[in-house]
């Protein structure tokens, strides 16, 4: 009998002759194409399941908004930009998307690959079991897929460890274009609402939204605070540069405990370097990179993000 090394896996991970070789039905039913669901995540708007697509027999990802915000028309512009950024960006660091389409009750929804894996977040929450190399190399690959979205004159805007996902097999992808921006072919751009118009007191109900909305303010650029009309794709390597900062230094750039703080932290005070937060050793020119990719002006930063990623592959060690 034939052996295969053993490896962690679902239910449905196994792939059997049954999976493969089913006829399809010859009427096909759109609504009953997805079955099984489990929920994976209920975001802040979206709720995440995994599911099995019938006609292909394999497990994905479902994602629709929740149902207090399916009606809306700002969350629903978004969710279409989300989908249609991701499929329109094929790129090996992004997630392949499947479908968009409406439910039964005429709300969006759209599929893409399940991957197991962990957040960067959750990977910086156990970084001892990591070295910087790994640590880096999965920012290589987000460099990577950014470089890619901004040759398509795409910015993600959203930059930040819960965005980056880690799979078990060498996959790095970066997830959640909702609040990408693209711009109209005559240059001008009628964009949706973004997150840095949330940043109210107003806003904060709770001590959980207040922490969410300080550690999506830790990785933006002052330009996007500021939401600067002229906003362009350096925003992403400021942010992807805080990410940086916060592998080297085990925290990010700014840390204030109020939203106010933090904002008047990130416009206007230097943070100091990585070095001088930790006991760990800082490779001098990884420190530099973090440095140079956080600078207030956007003309002295890193200006693209193939030079990012070249600076990265000299050696740091």
């Not at 962690?8 to 196994?14: A, G, V």
């Not at 209920?42 to 399941?49: M, R």
């Not at 999965?138 to 398509?152: C, G, I, N, P, R």
Request: glycine share 4%.
């Amino acid at each position: 009998m034939t052996t295969f090394p053993e490896l962690p896996r679902d239910e449905y991970d196994i792939i059997y002759l049954e999976n493969t070789d089913k006829e399809l039905p010859t009427k096909l039913n759109q609504s009953t194409r997805y079955a099984y669901f489990k929920t994976i995540a209920k975001g802040g708007k979206a709720l995440v399941q995994s599911c099995k697509d019938l006609h292909l027999s394999r497990v994905i990802c479902y994602k629709k908004l929740r149902s207090e915000f399916a009606d809306d028309p700002i969350e629903n512009k978004r969710f279409l930009r989300e989908a249609r950024v991701s499929a329109l960006l094929q790129h090996p660091n992004t997630i392949p998307m499947y479908e968009l389409g409406r439910e039964a009750n005429g709300h969006y929804y759209f599929t893409m690959k399940l991957v197991h894996g962990y957040t960067l977040r959750e990977v910086l929450d156990y970084r001892e079991r990591y070295d910087l190399t790994q640590l880096i190399n999965v920012l290589k690959q987000v460099a990577h897929a950014l470089e890619y979205a901004h040759s398509h004159h795409v910015i993600h805007r959203d930059i930040k460890p819960e965005n980056i996902l880690v799979g078990p097999f060498g996959e790095v992808l970066l997830m959640d274009w909702g609040l990408a921006k693209v711009w109209n072919p005559d240059g001008t751009s009628a964009d949706v609402p973004d997150k840095p118009k949330t940043i109210s007191k107003k806003k904060v109900s709770s001590f959980t939204d207040l922490e969410k909305l300080q550690g999506t303010i830790s990785y933006m650029s002052p330009e996007q605070i500021q939401r600067d009309p002229d906003i362009d794709f350096r925003t992403d390597i400021y942010s992807l540069g805080a990410v940086l900062f916060e592998i080297l230094a085990g925290r990010p750039p700014s840390i204030e405990e109020t939203v106010d703080k933090l904002i008047e932290e990130t416009l206007n005070v230097i943070p100091p370097k990585p070095s001088s937060l930790t006991k760990v050793r800082v490779p001098e020119l990884l420190e530099d990179v973090a440095m140079r990719c956080i600078a207030k002006s956007v003309d002295n930063r890193i200006q693209s993000c193939s030079e990012l990623v070249r600076l990265l592959e000299e050696d740091w060690n």
